[in-house]
């Protein structure tokens, strides 16, 4: 038995499909962890929601801000739906989509198994958070997003304020602020005021602002934390965070990471040859 993190595959299904042929995968007896952002810009989006949703039985998903931003888009008008781009189409407007965007919604912000010693989530957790105090956060918004009242919240995701969670915050805003921080995080201030622009690798960022892992004075969370989200970051290890989005759908690498062996194992796949990084990068 083993147990497989899996970063940002944004549509990219023929690679997904060769790494589980790579990593041997068993159902009957293997786990996947996704990191978010199952969809968007790698051109199967469907197919890979359909497959991993096949597997939603021995799998668990964390959401990223491109399968939030497509939940949202699932509760405008048909007239919004077809101005998006045709990978969306195609999903939006797909016969089981209603039972997609059911299971979609029902997933994680964050998960931790204590047994493995590891946790997951798709960008990254605020300075002052301990791991009980991101858990809380992120299941507000999991409640939420399962219950009756999710077009709410779908409908006020958006938007870059407040900047920075705080335990003042309410309402809307506090899970605005819990979710701009699990799943759009990089580089923030020792405050936890997140920079929204910034996408380049550590050391591009503007003065006073730091990796979220690396922020002076942040609190303990002894756990393992595998990330994805930010692609040119790339593979990367250090403070018990392991990041693994590799940029599959920039022509870089889909990854693979095992949690249950003694030191962490990577397992990657290249990328469809036709892939490459657009001019300014991407998220």
């Known amino acids: 038995m083993a147990t497989y993190a899996i970063g940002d595959v944004q549509g990219c299904y023929p690679e ?13 007896h293997d786990r996947l962890w996704f990191c978010g952002d ?9 197919d890979t929601l359909r497959l991993v949703h096949s597997l939603r039985d021995n799998s668990i998903v964390t959401l990223g801000n ?9 509760l405008r008008g048909k007239d919004a739906q077809e101005r998006v781009n045709p990978e969306l189409r195609e999903v939006l407007f797909a016969d089981d989509a209603p039972t ?3 299971w979609l919604r029902s997933q994680k912000l964050l998960h931790h198994d204590e047994s493995l010693g590891w946790a997951m989530v798709h960008a990254g957790l605020a300075p002052v ?19 009756p009242r999710h077009p709410r919240l779908l409908k006020h995701l958006f938007g870059n304020r407040p900047a920075a969670w705080s335990s003042r915050l309410q309402g809307i805003e506090r899970m605005r602020a819990s979710i701009n921080t699990l799943t759009r995080m990089r580089f923030c201030d020792v405050n936890g005021r997140i920079d929204f622009e910034s996408k380049g690798a550590p050391g591009t ?7 979220w892992f690396e922020v002076p004075g942040m609190r303990r969370r002894d756990t393992r934390i595998v990330c994805g989200h930010w692609s040119a970051l790339g593979r990367f ?47």
């Open 129 to 147: 958070w301990t791991l009980r105090q991101a858990q809380k956060c992120a299941l507000e918004i999991e409640r939420e997003l399962s219950s």
């Open 16 to 28: 997904l499909q060769r790494l589980l042929e790579k990593l041997r995968f068993d159902p009957a």
């Open 38 to 46: 199952l969809v968007n810009r790698g051109g199967q989006s469907l």
């Open 205 to 211: 960022q503007k003065p006073g602002m730091y990796p």
């Open 100 to 102: 997609l965007f059911e």
């Open 66 to 74: 491109h399968d939030l931003s497509l939940l949202a888009i699932s």
């Open 237 to 283: 290890a250090g403070m018990d965070v392991y990041g693994i989005d590799t940029g599959c759908v920039w022509g870089g690498k889909l990854t693979a990471l095992r949690l249950d062996s003694d030191e962490p194992q990577y397992v990657t796949v290249d990328a469809e040859p036709h892939r490459t990084r657009p001019p300014g990068g991407g998220d």
